[in-house]
């Protein structure tokens, strides 16, 4: 079991891994090595309870490590919802009829990614040339 206190968007935020050693037979997922219940605590929420799964066995992923990644995962996670909501304002214009939420959320990923690529090729052709090999 490992534990962290940290400070999210101003609040104080107390969060907590519980992992052990599983099996195929005992969870249903092929090549699961251990299952983990990671607990946020947020001050002005209702605590908030996740499941994760790893291939891992715990002699190589420890409870301690497997936050930390966990919280790395958030923050990909968090970017691509700031991208969302400035690209697409996802936060102003909610959808609400739920045949539509699923291809209305691939389209909005799509052209985030073509977004992204385009602005990225923009920045690589706008850098000089000055390697000697490119005009051979």
Avoid: C
């Avoid at 251990?34 to 799964?53: D, G, I, K, Y």
């Avoid at 715990?58 to 969302?84: F, K, N, V």
């Avoid at 706008?126 to 490119?134: E, G, K, L, Q, V």
């Amino acid at each position: 079991m490992a534990g962290q206190r940290e400070i999210n968007k101003g609040q104080p935020e107390v969060r907590v891994l519980r992992s052990w050693a599983t099996s195929l037979e005992a969870v249903g997922f092929p090549l699961v090595a251990q299952v983990a219940l990671l607990r946020r605590h947020l001050r002005q929420q209702a605590p908030e309870v996740v499941a994760l799964r790893s291939s891992l066995p715990p002699s190589e992923l420890t409870a301690a490590p497997w936050l930390a990644y966990t919280r790395a995962a958030w923050g990909i996670e968090s970017g691509l919802h700031q991208r969302l909501d400035f690209l697409h304002r996802q936060n102003a214009y909610r959808v609400y009829r739920s045949k539509v939420i699923r291809p209305i959320g691939m389209f909005r990923r799509f052209s985030s990614s073509r977004f992204l690529e385009l602005a990225i090729r923009a920045e690589e052709a706008s850098r000089p040339n000055d390697h000697p090999f490119w005009g051979a």
